[in-house]
């Protein structure tokens, strides 16, 4: 799986997708750039959220809120003070990581034995029965699992007991080492806070230290009552947005799984106290059946309800994918009861409360929040419509089969050759489909060649205009996934393909 994610992230940079963010100058890291293709597919991610968010509900609404927000903003919503991640330094190759992460990867080392365990004594099982082997194994894959068990909960209680000198005994204890040095010499750990920051104003008229927006719910919070009162709405209602954020992670790795400038998706509903469990369990089942309907490998998508819980939230849960590297969180969904609203109260002086007419009560409203990253978003429908297929003809190709309604492009529009008229009229043809969707025209190289670059552009239909054109103007039509080829009347084709490729 680790090579398929290498040809991946090459295949998204090869094809225009993905790039990494000031390349010439070798990069920046944990940021990445949106090429010609990429850009397309993620316009095409973002309107698939609104509109079924959005258009689709009659009580939501969007905003667009600046990224620059009061300073006082993130006193109230916690971020100034907790919003850390544990650090800590190897002495030796003078690298800094993530605690947590090194503990993580520790428990996953164990699984990972665990499960070679199982999967080898189940091999045993069926070629030679020995019995005082199956309880060793036995015994062993269930002490690792108390093991991890273990870890685990000593490192959630030291760090909900802010107590750092554990943290830095347990990865001592479980004699975890650099892995580029392989040294086991570490500073003690601290906290880190992942909000970028920067001055506003001139120095001279007294700079004020900002943040840039770490998270883009805050931006629906204060404006909660502006949207409220101008649209006039009832409660329940929600607030949409869609918006870069940003977070100095420490831990750059997995592609655009976790960046320090992304996007995300968010929308805050707001309900009635004594509500908010029936609203919740609505927003799961909902943002479920939205990314199933996106219609790529369904077994790949699994909730996972958490225990532990944040200071703001009673339910959370997390929609996760299964990535090349596993499962993991793609979007979030909490229960944020009235902890935000009533934060910005305090803070601000301002009564952020709603009227309801129905019971005659005014009250703090609680609020739903389902949270995407649109990044992570991407990089799961890349890794899913990534394919490497051999051919019944012996070759081989690579193809995205992204879903054509979110491709990049839905049409490729192809002269057999560069004379004879055809691309001429292969120009008519693009002119006319170019009103309703994104067309390329091609002509440059053989023409199987070209179907090839447009498989791995995840363009799902190919247009060919050839000789019989010219004499009953019917064209064929190219399906990029089947690679099954259809005569049709050039007349049909906006028809046709609208069905198939438009949202
Ligand atoms: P993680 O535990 O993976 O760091 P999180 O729990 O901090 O994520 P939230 O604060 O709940 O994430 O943010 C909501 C969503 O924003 C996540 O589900 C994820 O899709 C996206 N997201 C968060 N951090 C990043 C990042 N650094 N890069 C890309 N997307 C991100």
Redesign the pocket.
């Known amino acids: 799986n680790e090579d398929l994610f290498k040809n991946i992230i090459g295949h998204a940079k090869e094809y225009g997708y993905v790039f990494q963010s000031s390349e010439i100058y070798d990069g920046l890291s944990?940021v990445y750039d949106y090429g010609q293709n990429g850009v397309e597919l993620k316009k095409n991610l973002r309107e698939y959220w609104w509109k079924a968010m959005v258009q689709m509900h009659e009580n939501i609404v969007g905003i667009d809120a600046a990224i620059f927000m009061h300073p006082t903003t993130w006193k109230a919503s916690g971020h100034t003070d907790a919003f850390n991640d544990p650090l800590i330094d190897n002495k030796t190759s003078k690298k800094r990581y993530r605690a947590d992460v090194l503990i993580e990867d520790w428990v996953e080392k164990i699984r990972q034995k665990i499960d070679k365990e199982v999967t080898k004594a189940e091999k045993r099982f069926g070629e030679a029965f020995n019995k005082e082997e199956f309880l060793a194994t036995n015994q062993r894959v269930l002490a690792n699992q108390a093991k991890i068990d273990e870890v685990e909960n000593r490192f959630k209680t030291a760090m909900e007991n802010e107590d750092l000198a554990d943290v830095k005994q347990l990865i001592i204890d479980l004699e975890i080492a650099d892995p580029i040095s392989g040294s086991k010499d570490w500073t003690d750990v601290r906290q880190f806070n992942l909000m970028f920051s920067t001055e506003m104003g001139s120095t001279a008229e007294g700079a004020n230290k900002i943040y840039l927006r770490p998270?883009t719910a805050q931006g629906i919070f204060v404006n909660f009552l502006n949207v409220q009162k101008t649209g006039r709405m009832k409660i329940p209602f929600g607030i949409a947005q869609i918006g870069k954020?940003f977070?100095n992670?420490i831990v750059a790795r997995q592609f655009?799984?976790?960046?320090?400038e992304?996007e995300?998706m968010?929308l805050q509903f707001f309900v009635r106290p004594g509500e908010e469990m029936k609203w919740y369990d609505y927003w799961k089942e909902e943002r479920i059946k939205w990314h199933k309907a996106i219609g790529i490998a369904q077994e790949n998508y699994r909730f996972h309800d958490h225990l532990k819980l944040a200071h703001y939230a009673n339910a959370a849960s997390?929609i996760e994918y299964n990535f090349p590297f596993g499962f993991?969180?793609?979007?979030?969904i909490?229960s944020r009861t009235d902890f935000d609203l009533k934060q910005h109260e305090i803070h601000s002086g301002k009564k952020l409360q709603y009227f309801d007419p129905e019971i005659n009560e005014s009250y703090v409203p609680y609020v739903i929040e389902t949270?995407?990253?649109l990044?992570?978003?991407f990089l799961s429908i890349l890794s899913d419509s990534y394919k490497e297929e051999q051919l019944e003809d012996g070759s081989s190709r690579v193809v995205l089969k992204i879903p054509a309604f979110l491709a990049p492009t839905k049409v490729a529009v192809l002269p057999l050759t560069k004379k004879d008229g055809l691309p001429e009229k292969a120009r008519e043809i693009l002119d006319e489909l170019k009103l309703d969707m994104t067309c390329q025209y091609d002509e440059k190289n053989a023409i199987g060649k070209r179907y090839r670059i447009h498989d791995a552009n995840g363009t799902p239909f190919a247009i060919t205009v050839d000789h019989q054109t010219l004499e009953d103007n019917t064209v064929t039509v190219r399906d990029r996934d089947t690679m099954e080829q259809e005569r049709m009347p050039i007349a049909e084709l906006a028809a046709f393909l609208d069905k198939k490729v438009n949202m």
């Open positions: 944990a998270e954020a977070r992670e655009i799984f976790r960046m320090r992304f995300q968010e997390d993991k969180e793609l979007e979030g909490h949270s995407i990253g990044d992570r978003l």
